[in-house]
């Protein structure tokens, strides 16, 4: 493979020449412009390859006032993207003043403004943009940040650390000097000013340090923000129990912003979120809003050890800080919650964001190996594949060794920028358990394929196990290496229980859950004193992010559906029966057969309805069928008509055949008094909103009337927006009536209206395409919002296949043309919106020619952004 013009590669890391010791910035802020000054003490690196002459500093999109060395003028040189100070000594202040214009900066990186608000955010590349500056994670400096700016406009004045000093100044302005002790990379450097109300609490820490706690919202959002706080408040004393991670500064902020490009964001002691992630209540936010706001806070406050305390030493190394940060907030959510859901949550994401990706043209590895723009590496194979790397060392090692290999990583590393590389190293040499050949996980791209066969000797009494594994080539990687994969087992007897194991060798049979150890292209496990033919359950807890497959009968997965110990892995069977079974009904459609649905198919889910010992968020899991994103990836060739006609089928005979148990248990789960989110009442209402879609399917009358009454009666906004969505796909004069009122109701309230968009957008009915067309040009949408955007072009994108790909390809100029407006305001986000049409060689020849033909239509387009150059030109190679 060439390489691209513009191309960043991991290993041409070098360390920085220089070094900056602290950073004094003076930030005056007005509604013309923001003016910075900044103060660096510099010396040269000692431990850098070379002692170049010149200083290069990173800068961009801001006016250079003036630049002083030690007090005088130097000798220097702009360019687009640096500043030089040329012939510099070994150790000097330099003084460098900027203008920029935040008001502007719609790309929401660096400085600017949401609405009255200013805000930054610097990850990854910001920083630059506020100053000039070394911007790179090994660069490591303390910051003391003064604010000036008018009080009655900005009265809220935040940084980094803890407030040292405030006060009055003349011309109706004020001031305020914020300190972070801690050594912290510029990506994690934050400001925020302007008119905010906050919410405060207080934490003690267990060694008894009290912790000031303080939620800022804009005025009377204060309401909002309990759920946050005490999801905060949870994740605090989680990562003291769990990691015996304590908090470190005396305050805790967190700032919610209407205009931002992700979730949150990290900044030490200033987390900056995304409002959809910190305001909820019953009336306006559903379980899923409570469920996110609790896994982003969590999320976000484990950073400030693993990735702040911590960090990492180039970008390449972004999962070191994402992939164990996921993990934690994952182990957060299994722990706040029920642990079966939580991980089926995990692997459906994983299967619908990650999988397709490693089986695309952007397929990378967790560490990538070179990249365009960074911005592009916030990735799902970064981020949750990352996590599932992590997870299988916790799987390898046991919780125990787990645990010493993380308190061995923060006694070696606290306050370095380091790489993913001495994690593993912390962990093996904490644990004695040879990692070699699993770093792998690191290095290769791709999903990895598991073929596994057993068979029974009953004469030797002995169950023999055949694990063959496969990698395909990813972009860049032809052949690849056998990887170590964790492969978590278990064997049933007739009866349902598990079967004690005893591989070949060992005296004694230990446990009924083993991980093998597959290493080989093809390895045999040998299982002895087996009593009797066992049935199979594996990757229980889903050990490792393969692709399972196993010649398993129908009756084997109803087997392991009705009695596997493991929740994941019983799960798991269901989706397997169901995936299976939706395949076929494709190919019969194919072959002009029909499509006939088996009663075994049937008879597992009334079971599973039927079964007492279930919760009910389990059901609801259960009975929900495998995604289109998840059966694409089983496909060749993804036949999306057939795909969905086929799910339909089995929705409508699911529907028919067991209508009296969808009836039974949507009366069952009826709820009564006021909304609380508890894993229960969430089992509850999600158990009930399936069964309405269920109960929707034939879209006949009755089913009308029961969706009109189930929305109206609704007393949160979950059962709101259930009803809503089986309204809109009904398709019917009661399907716009609830549309209109629920946006009559809601719009004053942006964040509500993302529900409503979303849900036009991801209706997988005909007209939809139409529909988003008209809702682009709506008075309560706005293209600058990345929230608006996503919630409604990128839900209509990557959240309804059915219409996006629909015949013709309308839905594929429809995103171009989004993608080019879009990229001229907000590069980041237009690059995100583009990644469906990568998948074009997943589909048939008439939908690659369209959908490469808009992607050529973008490459082609003047002036594209480096974000969205770099996925639509390797999209097309
Ligand atoms: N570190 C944040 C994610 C993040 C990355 C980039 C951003 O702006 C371009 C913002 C946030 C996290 O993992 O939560
Ligand atoms: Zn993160």
């Not at 961009?60 to 130097?74: E, F, N």
């Not at 055949?466 to 007897?493: F, N």
Request: proline share 6%; hydrophobic share 40%.
């Amino acid at each position: 493979m060439t390489t691209a013009p513009g191309t960043i590669r991991r290993v041409d890391y070098t360390p920085p020449p220089f070094l900056i010791e602290t950073v004094d910035l003076d930030v005056v802020l007005s509604p013309e412009a923001a003016n910075v000054v900044s103060r660096l003490a510099v010396r040269r690196n000692a431990g850098a390859a070379s002692k170049p002459a010149d200083l290069v500093l990173d800068g961009k999109k801001m006016d250079l006032v003036s630049v002083r060395l030690d007090g005088r003028p130097v000798d220097h040189q702009v360019t687009p993207e640096t500043l030089t100070i040329r012939g510099v000594p070994d150790s000097f202040t330099l003084e460098i003043a900027t203008r920029s214009r935040p008001q502007d900066n719609t790309e929401l990186t660096g400085l600017y403004k949401s609405r009255e608000l200013f805000c930054t955010q610097c990850e990854a590349e910001g920083f630059r943009r506020i100053t000039y500056f070394l911007d790179r994670p090994d660069v490591m400096a303390r910051y003391t940040t003064r604010i000036v700016a008018d009080k009655s406009l900005t009265p809220v004045l935040l940084s980094n650390g803890n407030l040292i000093d405030s006060g009055p100044l003349d011309g109706g302005r004020h001031f305020a000097t914020w300190e972070d002790p801690f050594p912290k990379p510029s990506y994690l450097f934050a400001l925020v000013a302007g008119s905010l109300d906050c919410l405060e609490d207080r934490f003690t820490t267990r060694s008894g340090r009290e912790v000031a706690l303080r939620i800022y919202v804009r005025p009377g959002d204060v309401p909002r923000c309990e759920h946050a706080m005490e999801s905060l408040k949870k994740s605090m004393k989680w990562d003291e129990d769990v990691y015996g991670l304590e908090y470190d500064l005396d305050t805790f902020m967190i700032v919610a912003i209407d205009d931002f490009n992700m979730g949150a964001m990290e900044n030490k002691g200033l987390n900056v979120f995304n409002s959809k992630l910190v305001l909820a209540n019953p009336e306006t936010a559903t379980d899923l809003d409570y469920h996110s706001i609790e896994a982003v806070i969590g999320h976000e406050y484990f950073h400030n050890w693993t990735g702040n305390r911590v960090t990492c030493r180039d970008w390449f190394q972004l999962s070191l800080k994402e992939g164990l940060t996921v993990l934690r907030d994952q182990q957060f959510s299994a722990d706040m919650g029920s642990a079966a859901d939580a991980r089926i949550d995990d692997v459906r994401r994983l299967r619908a964001a990650q999988f397709p990706e490693d089986a695309g043209p952007m397929a990378h590895p967790v560490r990538p190996d070179s990249y365009i723009e960074i911005n592009n590496f916030y990735t799902a194979t970064v981020y949750q594949k990352g996590a599932e790397v992590v997870r299988m060392m916790h799987t390898l090692l046991g919780p125990d060794r787990f645990r010493k290999g993380m308190d061995l990583y923060f006694q070696r590393h606290d306050g370095q920028a380091v790489t993913c590389d001495d994690f593993a190293s912390a962990m093996e040499d904490s644990s004695g358990v040879d990692l070699a050949q699993f770093r792998l996980w690191y290095a290769q791209a791709g999903t990895p394929d598991l073929k596994v066969e057993g068979s029974y000797d009953a004469a030797a009494r002995r169950y023999t196990m055949t694990v063959a594994q496969s990698l395909r080539p990813t972009p860049g990687q032809p052949d690849k290496k056998p990887m170590h994969i964790p492969l978590s087992v278990g064997l049933l007897d007739g009866a349902g229980r598990d079967l004690p194991l005893k591989l070949a060798g060992e005296a004694t049979a230990g446990g009924t859950t083993r991980v093998l150890d597959v290493r080989n292209p093809r390895d045999v496990f040998v299982f002895e004193d087996v009593p009797e033919k066992p049935v199979a359950s594996l990757l229980r807890g889903f050990s490792a992010p393969v692709k399972l497959e196993a010649p398993r009968s129908q009756e084997e997965l109803t087997f392991l559906m009705a009695h596997d110990s493991d929740p994941f892995a019983r799960w798991e069977a269901g989706q397997q029966l169901g995936a299976r079974l939706i395949l076929d009904l494709v190919e019969a459609r194919k072959a002009g057969k029909p499509m006939v649905v088996s009663d075994l198919f049937v008879d597992a889910i009334r079971r599973t309805l039927d079964d007492q010992r279930l919760d009910r968020s389990f059901i609801a899991d259960a009975v929900t069928l495998p995604g289109l994103a998840f059966l694409g990836e089983l496909m060749p060739s993804i036949d999306i008509e057939g795909l969905w006609a086929a799910q339909q089928r089995v929705r409508s005979v699911l529907s028919d055949q067991l209508a009296d148990r969808w009836s039974s248990v949507y009366d069952a789960a009826h709820g009564s008094g006021p909304y609380r989110f508890t894993p229960e009442e969430v089992g509850r209402r999600r158990l009930r909103s399936t069964a309405l879609a269920y109960l929707s399917t034939d879209k006949g009358e009755a089913a009308r009337r029961r969706a009109v009454e189930y929305f109206e009666k609704a007393g949160n906004m979950t059962e709101q927006v259930a009803g809503l969505a089986v309204l809109a796909e009904l398709g019917s004069a009661e399907g716009e009536a609830a549309l209109a009122s629920f946006w009559e109701r809601w719009k004053g309230e942006p964040l509500v209206l993302d529900k409503w968009f979303g849900i036009q957008a991801r209706t997988p009915t005909a007209g939809t395409l139409e529909r988003v067309e008209r809702l682009v040009e709506h008075p309560s949408y706005d293209r600058k919002n990345p929230n608006r955007v996503y919630s409604l072009v990128g839900a209509f994108a990557s959240g309804n296949p059915v219409q996006f790909h629909a015949a013709g390809g309308r839905g594929y100029r429809f995103l171009a043309d989004q993608v080019l407006a879009t990229d001229k305001l907000n590069p980041q986000i237009a690059a995100r919106l583009l990644s469906p049409l990568g998948s074009w060689r997943r589909y048939d020849g008439e939908r690659q020619t369209l959908m490469k033909r808009e992607l050529t239509r973008i490459v082609q387009e003047k002036g594209l952004s480096r974000d969205v150059y770099e996925i639509a030109s390797k999209s097309l190679s």
